[in-house]
């Protein structure tokens, strides 16, 4: 587990959930070694929601690097790693990228069928990629380029939220419902058309303060979706379909808002018959900031009392 926490994690202030033989336990760590604070707070949201300067100096468990964290197939069940957020809401914005912007518009127009994305793919690209990817959304340009987008028969509703003044905003899951590093990742049966997403992921408590970040996999069905926007909580929703972790890394002095909008994310994918697939995307080419993806989510009309984490 250790190769995927940051390089100097022994500096980082890192919040995350283990399980014990006692059940569930929030812990920090700090100095490279782990503090149970769950006598000072029970859970993780309550945890954030009271976060500020001073940390609890908590139940010293040892270091880290001590715990030989595996993965959930590969150990028993007495001390393994949970996901970080226990009953914060799992948010997720969605098309806040050019090119997740045009693989929905693709999923759309294929209705799902996996064997028309690479023709449909080049000529989108040819035709509308440059555009959206050179305007901010909500602003007169993007109306402009909304007008000209309908008049050429190209218009989308992933589009209106790509381009347009209000960001998608969605449930990926209820509190409790994501798992942890290492763990099991769930696929429906009935999907032939999927992917992991791996995403930033924001860690909010409920006065809409940004905390920290970690990384997430946004378990994406794109035959399901394909079909109909109105199949998103089908196809994103469902057992084990989100897997968030190891860590949540907490801002401080040494780690910023401004480090994940630099962050690139990079993404290592391993088959049978020698299968591998790598790919990565840069934060800096997000449509949207992520103060403005929060500010999104929450305000007057939508509260989360128990905080939420947002996948960007």
Known sequence: MLEHLPADWREAI??????????????????????????YAPTVSQLLNGWNAELPAGTDLGPLDSFGFERHFAQGPDVRL??????????????????????????ERCRGDASKADALRESLRERIGTDIRSVKPGSDDATKLKAALISAGLWSQYLEVAIGPDAEIFTKGPPLSSVGWGDWIGVRSDSAWNNPEPEVVLAVDSAGRILGATLGNDVNLRDIEGRSALLLGKAKDNNASCAIGPFIRMFDGKFTLDHVRAAEVRLEIEGPEGFRLEGKSSMSQISRDPTELVGQTIGKHHCYPDGFALFL
């Open 14 to 39: 890192l919040v995350g959930r283990i399980q014990t033989l006692l059940g569930p336990t929030p812990v920090i760590v700090a100095d490279g070694r782990v503090r149970d604070v769950s006598r």
């Open 82 to 107: 949970l996901s970080p957020f226990d009953l914060q809401c799992i948010k997720a914005s969605g098309v806040t990228f050019a090119i997740s912007a045009m693989e929905r518009v693709i999923e």
